[in-house]
């Protein structure tokens, strides 16, 4: 039963920190795209982001001590290393947590009816205070909201059936516009495998199991959730997912943004606390200080509007997943890859991230 319950709690743990903000930006990626490029292009970010993971899994597991990005770079690199590693995983950590707050507000404000400002600094006080609780507590209330919000998924196409239409998918646009980087933000959850390794330190034999299905089980979600937004609203699927669906059903509307909500208060939570750790087993801060500078660098996205929620995950996911992605792939390359089959999709991984950031700009 203890196995049974620590190998569920790593999984949702990967799960809560992955289906986040980005699985709302999908359903208009994939318009963009088309069927074929979107499924492709969401097979190849899920393969790279599990090595990645795996990588990582690998790195942690032979190193002492409890470190975040920014620790194994100092290790294997010294201080530029840990200056690299803790800007690459703090900068996505930072993107991810913005972008929460943004869409997590708006979400609120489809639910309460009320001004999607003032509900951003509520949402940013309640993540506070559930944050404040601690790891332990954090990770079982992030269970039972990641439970909820998959239920919620899949509870959508039966709401959805009766508006859904198949001409509504593009299989041929080809656009390359906002593809790569939701797509890598949306499934990646590499900052929180060393927190799914301290859970599971005492059952080793669990983390890979845990660390492939936390990492598949999310692309399930995606397409399920992105074709059926997008074959309801069809050209006019929005860059949010849910006002294109307003003409169609309030109701709707309303699910989804219940949806949001714990998508993106469940992400917040988690990557709140990586950034913690960060400052505090990395750069050496008081636990409180360590806390404090973790809440208050996703505050600024109080101020900020819709407008800016696809910019900053696909930023986040081209360049500071990506980035993150580089740095963890040459560590294990330079240090424990020994196979030429291991050498081989370490390359291949440092390729996909690099050809996504130079994507980013064309």
């Keep these: 039963m203890v196995k049974k319950s620590l190998f569920f709690r790593g999984i949702f743990l990967l799960l809560g920190t992955a289906i986040g903000a980005g699985i709302f930006s999908l359903p208009y990626v994939f318009s963009l795209a088309g069927v ?8 190849l970010a899920l393969a790279t982001v599990l090595l990645v993971n795996l990588f990582y899994l690998k790195i942690i597991s032979h190193v002492p001590g409890d470190h975040q990005l920014a620790g194994y770079g100092e290790r294997f690199f010294g201080k530029k290393g840990k200056v690299a590693g803790g800007l690459l995983l703090l900068t996505s950590c930072w993107g991810a947590v913005l972008a929460y707050v943004i869409l997590g507000s ?11 400002s003032a509900l951003a600094f509520l949402f940013w006080c309640w993540g506070t205070l559930f944050f404040w609780q601690g790891l332990k507590k954090m990770s079982k209330t992030e269970t039972i909201l990641t439970f909820l919000l998959l239920v919620l998924i899949l509870v959508l196409p039966f709401w959805g059936k009766n508006f859904w ?7 041929f646009p080809f656009s390359l516009r906002f593809w790569w980087g939701p797509m890598v933000f949306s499934l990646s959850a590499t900052s929180v495998v060393p927190e799914v390794e301290e859970l599971l330190r005492r059952q080793r034999k669990l983390l890979i199991p845990v660390i492939i299905w936390g990492t598949v089980i999310p692309l399930f979600v995606y397409f399920l959730f992105a074709f059926t937004i997008w074959g309801i609203t069809g050209a006019a699927t929005t ?11 309030k109701t709707l509307v309303k699910v989804g943004a219940a949806i949001g909500f714990l998508a993106t208060f469940t992400s917040f939570l988690t990557l709140t606390d990586v950034i913690k750790e960060t400052f505090q087993r990395d750069f050496s801060w008081r636990e409180k200080t360590a806390k404090t500078g973790a809440v208050f660098l996703s505050f600024p996205a109080v101020f900020l509007s819709l407008e800016h929620f696809l910019p ?3 930023l986040t996911g081209a360049l500071a997943v990506g980035g993150s992605g580089i740095l963890i792939a040459v560590i294990f390359l330079r240090h424990f890859a020994r196979r030429w089959e ?3 999709a370490a390359f291949l991984v440092i390729f996909a991230f690099l050809g996504g950031i130079v994507s980013e700009f064309f």
């Design 36 to 43: 074929w490029l979107a499924g492709g292009g969401m097979l």
């Design 106 to 116: 708006d979400f609120l404000s489809l639910l309460l009816g009320q001004s999607r």
């Design 165 to 171: 239409r198949k001409e509504n998918l593009n299989f």
């Design 239 to 249: 860059a949010d997912a849910l006002s294109g669906l307003l003409p169609w059903s």
């Design 312 to 314: 900053i995950i696909s």
């Design 342 to 344: 291991e050498k081989l």
